[in-house]
């Protein structure tokens, strides 16, 4: 363990809530009586086994600086009480107010708490501090989660394997060992009162989130938070942004700016934190800040589709090009959310260029450095059936080498669109061309139109609006620089991996029935046990499948297996999950079904089924 300003203890808790139910919860505080500042992590993810691993490396860490770091499990979930809500519910946003008052009023705390929280975990950490701005003094979200739809289009990519997760860690039991005989009643009632949240999920729009106490957002570029995070920064002066080479999560490297910006705004230390530039972000193989978002350094340049940028094909005669592209164009998009194995970046887009319509620049006199989100507006033929209109910029190398920059989509309601380009920061050098690539589908990122008609594009009255950097911005400012933090020794978690590993990402061509197939494999495959004898297996396959030219034949699944076990007690819980999405002509359907084992034996079995209109009221 290195050394740290302050000896610290850990002990865990249950913490009361005004209806009775208690939630477990880790708490590491320096030792004494001395009041310190608190930091809470509020999150579904299992304390005791999920998320143990990171929690033993920030939590003491940040103890070791002094501070209290309450770690909670929400209702319902590890080895807490109640049973399971909606995420980021109403119930689960009473029962972390409740938990933030309750951790400002113990003795070993000066009242003032900050809120750290990664993925929907950040996004609740916001909502959180708009509803106790005057308990919480700041803000630390990592990867915060939006809606899921993208541009108006039902995420495919993510959606379902997160459901089945979400429905996994719910039905998952307590802890005999923590709770006693208590744990089986406890964990019938679970499983009873579970709710997958699929018409809530499928039929919700983008997320808004108000930013009401100093807020610190942290994001990888590639992960679908960033314009969410760069959004954020625009609506806050008192928000500031760190954007660099990460897969999702909360980055080790940047702890040490989040314990500056906790003592700046919790125990009033003049840390500077304050006085850094909006937003610090990776641009390449270096770092740079801006000091207030919008850029006063970046200017938008605009490519006209019939001038700047050109495409071949088309003749003199017609007005509009059309777009129409085969349905599984998209199976090189590369991973919805990174999570920094080789298989998740886009490989080379040649094979996606080659179905779509692609508009080319000429070769760059210059370099081009993009910060922020390009927009794509576009007068599109009127009339027909609903569409979808998925667009990438890519940089083409002199030997014709695609590389993906960013993209986006967007289902429009008329004939002038815009679409916006998820955020990015890359330097496109001299000599390379910009290709804008435009597709009718985009799978299985989003859910494809109905309909393959596809649609027209009138280039004269279309144009690409690139955010580019100045490229002396950097000229006579301070380096942007990190300290590596010490942190304490890994848990002792021991990993055994399948003996036949799957691949990270298979896609199959069935060529004599049309067929494309993607099946993917996430890192958490493996069976790990704890330092304390749990032992926790996890298996997850997620599938997709599409026929070149029909759309209503796109499918996915996602099929999870939990199983826990203390083989010295003789406590065996195995939890299967599997969710399936398709789609017809007007509505998305969806199949949740879950069993539950105990010792081999199924003890629990539930299937829902949903139906929601492809069109939001």
């Known amino acids: 363990m290195p050394s740290y ?27 004494g009586e001395e009041p310190v500042p608190a930091l809470l ?55 972390g107010t409740a938990v933030t008052d309750w951790l400002a009023r113990r003795p070993w705390s000066t009242g003032r708490v900050g809120l750290l929280g990664v993925g929907g975990a950040g996004t609740t950490a916001l909502r959180l501090a708009a509803r106790a701005p005057g308990t919480v003094g700041a803000a630390v979200t990592a990867c915060p989660e939006g809606g899921h739809r993208l541009g108006g289009a039902l995420l495919a990519a993510d959606l379902h394997t997160r459901l089945t997760a979400l429905v996994a860690d719910a039905a998952l039991p307590p802890d005999p060992r923590r709770l006693g005989d208590a744990w089986r009643d406890r964990w019938l009632a679970r499983l009873d009162a579970l709710q997958p949240p699929v ?28 314009s969410f995070v760069l959004r954020l920064l625009a609506e806050s002066p008192t928000a500031r942004a760190l954007i660099g080479p990460w897969p999702h999560g909360l980055p080790e490297d940047v702890l040490p700016e989040t314990l500056r910006w906790w003592d700046h705004w919790l125990r009033g230390v003049d840390t500077g934190a304050d006085q850094e530039p909006a937003l610090r972000s990776r ?23 019939d001038g700047a940028l050109r495409t071949a094909g088309t003749s003199s005669d017609e007005r509009y ?20 194995r080789p298989a998740d970046q886009p490989p080379d887009q040649r094979e996606e260029d080659g179905r779509s319509v692609c508009f080319d620049s000429q070769p760059l006199p210059e370099p081009v450095e993009l910060l922020g989100a ?9 009339g027909g059936p609903p569409t979808l209109v998925a ?93 590596t933090p010490a942190l304490p020794e890994p848990l002792d978690i021991h990993l055994t991996e399948p003996l036949t590993a799957r691949p990270e990402h298979l896609t199959v061509h069935d060529i004599g029935r049309h067929e494309w197939r993607t099946e993917l494999s996430p890192a958490t495959d493996g069976t790990r046990t704890h330092p304390d004898g749990l032992v926790r297996d996890e298996h997850t396959v997620t599938a997709y499948r599409i026929l070149t030219d029909a759309p209503l034949s796109a499918q996915a699944r996602t099929d999870h297996t939990v199983r826990l076990e203390r083989p010295d007690a003789g406590w065996d819980i195995t939890v299967q999950t599997r969710t399936q999405l398709r789609c017809d002509a007007g509505h ?22 949903h139906r929601v209109p492809r069109e939001r009221p």
């Not at 193989?285 to 919008?294: L, M």
Request: net charge negative; proline share 9%; glycine share 10%.
């Open 283 to 305: 641009i390449g193989d270096r770092w740079a800040g801006d000091e207030s978002w919008p850029s006063p350094d970046v200017r938008t340049i605009h490519y006209g589709l």
């Open 374 to 382: 390009p927009t794509v507006r576009l007068r599109l033929r009127e």
């Open 588 to 609: 998305f359907l969806s199949t949740v079904q879950l069993r539950a084992l105990e010792a081999g034996s199924v003890v629990f079995t539930r299937e829902w089924q």
């Open 5 to 31: 300003p302050f000896h610290t203890t850990r002990e865990d808790l249950r913490i009361p809530l005004p209806d009775g139910t208690e939630l477990a919860a880790r708490l590491w505080r320096p030792v």
């Open 391 to 483: 667009v990438r910029l890519c940089a083409v190398h002199p030997d014709g080498t695609s590389d993906l920059v960013t993209r986006g989509v967007l289902t429009p309601t008329g004939p002038d669109a815009e679409v916006e380009l998820a955020a990015c920061a890359r330097t496109v050098p001299a000599g390379h061309r910009l290709r804008l690539a435009f597709s009718s589908t985009y799978w299985p990122w989003v859910w494809p139109p109905a309909d393959t008609t596809g649609y027209g594009l009138d280039p004269s009255r279309s144009t690409l609006s690139l955010p580019v950097r100045h490229l002396a911005a950097d000229i006579g400012a301070a380096p942007v620089t990190f300290e």
């Open 321 to 340: 090009v059309r777009v129409r592209s085969p349905q599984h164009t998209g199976l090189n998009a590369g991973a919805y959310v990174p999570r920094g």
């Open 41 to 95: 992590e509020y999150s579904g993810d299992r304390l005791a086994d999920r998320t143990a691993a990171q929690d033993a490396r920030r939590h003491p860490w940040y103890a070791g600086h002094g501070y209290a770091a309450l770690r909670v499990d929400t209702r319902g979930h590890g080895d807490s009480g109640g049973t399971p809500g909606e995420p980021g519910g109403e119930q689960e946003l009473a029962d």
């Open 199 to 226: 018409d809530a999920w499928l039929a919700a729009g983008d997320t808004t989130v108000p930013v009401s106490v100093p807020t610190l957002a942290i994001a990888g570029w590639g992960d679908p938070s960033c």
